[in-house]
């Protein structure tokens, strides 16, 4: 069983940055990515970025120039680095390990960009 532990969210001003993990126990042998996603409420949850094992990485359009994802293979732990933040960036943060057959999620982190 895989268990997935945020942290870094936070509240911040417009132009700001955070930078959100993702640490993974348990074994994830075989994964084939470990991503981002987030939530805003009365909005469908939407990928934000995905890396894979062999590190090639994908993002969502809204977000590509301002966040990188990365990852520390000795630590297991996923990272997602936010820039120039937006108040459209606003939402609740997953973090999720996808395996051929299923799904692993973290509980979420609140990022809230306001003034």
């Known amino acids: 069983q895989v268990q997935l532990v945020e942290s870094g969210g936070g509240l911040v001003q417009p132009g700001g940055s955070l930078r959100l993990s993702c640490a993974a126990s348990?074994?994830?042998?075989?994964?084939?990515?470990m991503a981002w996603y987030r939530q805003a409420p009365g909005k469908q949850r939407e990928l934000v970025a995905a890396?894979?094992?062999?590190?090639?990485?994908n993002y969502a359009d809204s977000v590509k120039g301002r966040f990188t994802i990365s990852r520390d293979n000795a630590k297991n732990t996923v990272y997602l680095q936010m820039n120039s933040l937006k108040s459209e960036d606003t939402a609740v943060y997953y973090c999720?390990?996808?395996?051929?057959?299923?799904?692993?999620w973290g509980q979420g982190t609140q990022v809230t960009v306001s003034s």
């Open positions: 890396i894979t094992g062999g590190g090639s990485t």
């Open positions: 999720n390990v996808e395996f051929p057959d299923r799904y692993y």
């Open positions: 348990g074994s994830i042998f075989g994964f084939n990515a």
